[in-house]
């Protein structure tokens, strides 16, 4: 029982949050937002943006995808 939900949590529920958490902050959250409570740049903003919309979601599918079907 203790090995299924060490699975399904380290496995499946910590990229889930990830990828919410990027997903959300990359397209809900205003770039304003990003660029004020980050110190960053307009430039850094826009870098920041891409990245949370795009790269770091596939990445986090990617690596969950990795980690599932390693296990299996």
Same mark, same amino acid.
């Not at 203790?2 to 939900?5: A, G, I, V």
């Not at 770039?31 to 990003?34: K, N, P, S, V």
């Given at each position: 029982m203790?090995? +299924?939900?060490d699975y399904?949590?380290?496995n499946i #529920?910590?990229?889930i949050g990830g990828l919410a958490i990027a997903v959300f902050a990359g397209w809900a959250l205003p770039?304003?937002?990003?660029v004020e409570q #980050?110190? +960053?740049g307009p430039g850094g903003?826009?870098?920041l943006r891409i990245i #949370?919309?795009?790269v770091a979601p596939a990445v986090i599918a990617a690596s969950a995808a990795s980690a599932v079907f390693r296990q299996a």
């Open positions: 203790f090995d +299924l939900l399904l949590t380290s #529920l910590l990229p770039e304003r937002m990003l #980050l110190g +960053l903003g826009r870098i #949370l919309r795009y």
